[in-house]
């Protein structure tokens, strides 16, 4: 059976960044990111001009483009920033800034989160809930439309969806039953400008759940180098922060890249991830296996196992038995094949075991998840990138080395056509 064949192989994916340690907070107000409809002419430098405590930065740009920023509590080692919304009458742990065609486009308020918070009452949930949705109806200027869960079409969330075509649109959502006495695992509010752009802004048009984009239109993603590099262009950057959350948020950016409007917390709930711990191989993707159709994608296990020792997998009722060899060209010709396509793959391996370029710290190892985007024959090289932000859009490691250092190499294809 694969869980007693691969048991000594499968490794934790812990966070590797720092944990962060509380003192006296800064107050930093949301609000100007919803004062609508000014606000959509935000540009990046004016965003940096606002988001500052002197001369410290109260936020870090996740591109270098700065297309993508993060405003956390959890920023600074020495610090927290105290986030609020509608005049400081909603705690917020995280937000993710979003700018195209140099304005603002897009907020995404973590107003709630079991990774970041820990644990919250019912009767604070449903507050925050209620005190949100009314700050909502009174930017956006409408009454809003329900929004229950429907698992079978996909929409794994329930809440409220606001529409105006002058002042767009937005999204409160939370995990189904988080208001009726269940798990309450997160609390989430986004915000598009009536002319957003991208995946995720189509997604919170959606009446259903699954990809917003095609299969079909992802190859239009494919750059091709004169150096020999092919790539997927235009993936999503998250930071992962401090959480064991890298197969969640690599997950993530593959979602938000097909379309797909589920962020790290949310399949962190789905993948009953540890915050503290990471998530296992063969966790994730049992999980992704119960649950890929309900997001209308489908699951591709290419290979498990030790590094060097991958072989692929059969799955029958629910159990995973161990398949035929993966060898190194079939590993390769399998990245080969999806990146064409313009599909990215989930790459689990050990880190710290061969060189990349940039090279990581030196002290750094242990098991990770990261995303293959891409490839270049003439070097013999793999072109990837981790879930931590800023400068690690864009990666390289020899084919061979990444071979020998693989866990586990996955594919989430929409099956949206």
Known sequence: MFAKFFAASLAVFAGLIPLFVAAKPIPCPLDPLLEIPTNWQMTPDE???????????????????????????????????DLTVFEGAVPVEEAI???????????????????????????????????????????IGTKPRR???????????????????????????????????????????????????????????????GAATRLRDLPDNLEKADNGDVFIANLPMVDQGAKGYCVAATTQRAFEYYGIGADM?????????????????????????????RFKTRLDIIGMGSPGKLTDVKVKKGEYFVGKEVDERKFLKKIHSYIDIGLPLLWSLELGRYPETPQLNPQTSGGHMRMIIGYNDSTEEIIFSDSWGYGHEFKKMKMSDAYKATHGLFVLKPTVH
């Open 147 to 209: 929004k229950d869960a429907d698992p079978n079409s996909g929409l794994l969330t329930a809440g409220y969806t606001w529409y105006s075509r002058e002042n767009g649109s937005a999204v409160l959502e939370h995990n189904e039953k988080a208001i009726d006495g269940g798990d309450r695992e997160f609390l989430r509010l986004r915000f598009a400008r009536p002319d957003a752009n991208g995946p995720l802004a189509a997604s919170m048009l959606h009446r259903r759940g």
């Open 97 to 139: 800034v979003d700018f195209s065609d140099g304005k603002l486009n897009l907020v995404t308020l973590s107003i709630f989160n079991r990774g970041d918070a820990g644990d919250i009452s019912v009767e604070e949930f449903g507050d925050h809930f209620k005190t949100t949705g009314k700050g909502v109806g009174e930017t």
């Open 265 to 293: 917390h949310q399949i962190a709930q789905i993948a009953e991830s540890d915050p503290e711990k990471g998530t296992s191989t063969l966790l994730m993707a049992k999980q992704l296996d119960k649950i890929d159709y």
């Open 47 to 81: 965003f940096e001009n606002h988001f500052k405590d002197g001369e410290n930065k109260l936020f870090t740009w996740l591109t270098k483009d700065r297309n993508r920023a993060k405003i956390g509590r959890k920023l600074y080692s020495n610090t927290e920033i």
